[in-house]
C-alpha cells in the first residue's frame, strides 16, 4: 500500500511545548537542556506499555536514555508502533543478547591507531570526536562507548588524532563522527576544521551527523558559515522514515545547502520501522526534496540486544529493488553490509545479471523483463554506408 502522508507531514512546530517562548524552543541549547531522559519524564506525556517500562529500567546501563522535545513531538503517543517510538524508546529486547553479538562489532578498537580514529580503509579515516549526541537511537552501532552508559570512558585524542593523520599522506579523506560532531561548540568545531584544512594532502572532509534531524535548531547561521569558511565540508544526515522529514529539517537542510554544504543521507534498515518497499519509497523521495541524496542504507550491525530491530537481508534486497528504475536513480541508495569484524561495507544488491560470457551478457531490466547485451564484435566486411543500410533494424533492438 502506498505510505500515506499524514498531518504531520512537513509540520512539526511546538507541538506538547506551546508555552515555551519562541526563542526558547528555537534555541538549540534549551532543545538539549530540556530533553527527556527518564520514565518519570516520559511518562508525563504518554502511557508506555509493559515492554518499553522494562527496557526503560535496563537503558541506563547500555545507552542512556534521551529525546530533544522537538523530537518527542514527531512521536504519535497512542500507537505503540510509531516508528519515532520504536527507534527511540528503549524496549526489552534490548536486556536480549543473542550470541552473534558484540559489543564492538565492527571491530574498530583493534582498527584504532589512536584513541577514537578508525583506520580501516586505504584512503581515509573515521574521526570519533565525541561520545554524546543529542537523542540516543536504541539500534546505535556505537551504544558500546556513546552516551558511556558502560563507562567505556571514551576519551577521543584530538591532538594524537590529528598529528596521526598529519603523518599519514595517504589519508585524503576525514570523516568526523561519534557521537554527534555537530555537538561541539562553534569554537571546537571551527577549531578541528581549520586544523584539517591545514593539512595539504586531506582533500575531502565530511561529518556525519543526526543533530539535523534531533536538533534543526543547532544549525544556526553561525556554524553554516564556519562551514562556509572551511567548506566543501560534506555531511551525512540520518533519517529513517518520512515522518522525520519536518519542515524544521527542510530548513536546517537548506540552510547547510546554501553553505555549501553537500548532503548526502544514510538509513539503518530497522524492523517495523522502514522494512516497507513504500516506506522507503517516500523517504528517499522526500529526501530529494530536501536536497538530500540518499547514500547508504545500512543492514543492521550485530551490537548487543539489537536483534528486535534487525531485518532479512532479503527483504532489504526486494527493497532495493522496488525502488530501482520505479524511481528517481538519485534517490536509490546503496544496501551495505557493514562486514562484522572490520571488513568494511560491502554492498548487496539485486542480481540483476544472469549470465556473462565471452559472447554476452544476459540480464534483466526493473520490469524482470530479459535483455542480453553483445560482447563479440562481428565484421560485415562492406563498406560502412552499405552495411548501415542493410542492418535490419531488429538486429539493433534488443528482444
Ligand atoms: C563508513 C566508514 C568510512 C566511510 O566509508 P565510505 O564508504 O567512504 O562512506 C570510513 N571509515 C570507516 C571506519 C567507516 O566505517
Known sequence: MPYQEDRAA????????????????????????????????????????????????FANQKLSLAITPYFFNLIDRDNPHCPIRLQMIPR?????????????SL?????SPVPGLVHRYPDRVLF??????AAYCRYCTRSRLV??????????????????????????????????PLLLSDKKLEHLLARLRGIKHVEFIRIGSRIPTFLPQRITPALCDIFKKYGPIWMSIHVNHPRECTQELKDACERLSYAGVPLGNQSVLLKGINDDADVMKALVQRLLRMRVRPYYI?????????????????????????LRGHT???????????APGGGGK????????????????????????????????TPLHKPVEEAAREIPIEALRIH
Open 128 to 133: 570519533l570526536v565525541t561520545d554524546r549526541c
Open 346 to 377: 560491502v554492498p548487496v544488491n539485486p542480481d540483476y545479471v544472469e549470465k556473462i560470457t565471452d559472447e554476452e551478457v544476459v540480464f534483466r531490466n526493473f520490469e524482470g523483463k530479459q535483455f542480453r547485451y553483445p560482447l563479440t564484435h
Open 92 to 104: 526489552s529486547g534490548e536486556a536480549q543478547i543473542s550470541a552473534e553479538e558484540m559489543l564492538d
Open 107 to 111: 571491530g574498530e578498537d583493534s582498527h
Open 298 to 322: 545500512y543492514q543492521m550491525d550485530l551490537i548487543t540486544g539489537g536483534s528486535h530491530f534487525k531485518v532479512d537481508v532479503r527483504k532489504g534486497i526486494e527493497i532495493i529493488r522496488a
Open 328 to 338: 528517481t536513480g538519485y534517490a536509490v541508495p546503496q544496501y551495505v553490509i557493514d
Open 147 to 180: 552516551s558511556n552508559a558502560q563507562h567505556y570512558d571514551f576519551h577521543p585524542e584530538y591532538e594524537q588524532g590529528l598529528r596521526y593523520i598529519e603523518a599519514h599522506p595517504e589519508v585524503r579523506d576525514v570523516l568526523l563522527s561519534g557521537g554527534d
Open 10 to 57: 512537513w509540520f512539526n512546530g511546538q507541538g506538547l511545548w506551546q508555552h515555551i517562548p519562541e526563542a526558547d524552543w528555537s534555541d538549540w541549547t534549551w532543545q538539549l537542556k530540556n530533553r527527556l531522559t527518564s520514565v518519570e519524564q516520559l511518562e508525563q506525556y504518554m502511557v508506555l506499555t509493559p515492554e518499553e517500562k522494562a527496557g526503560c529500567e
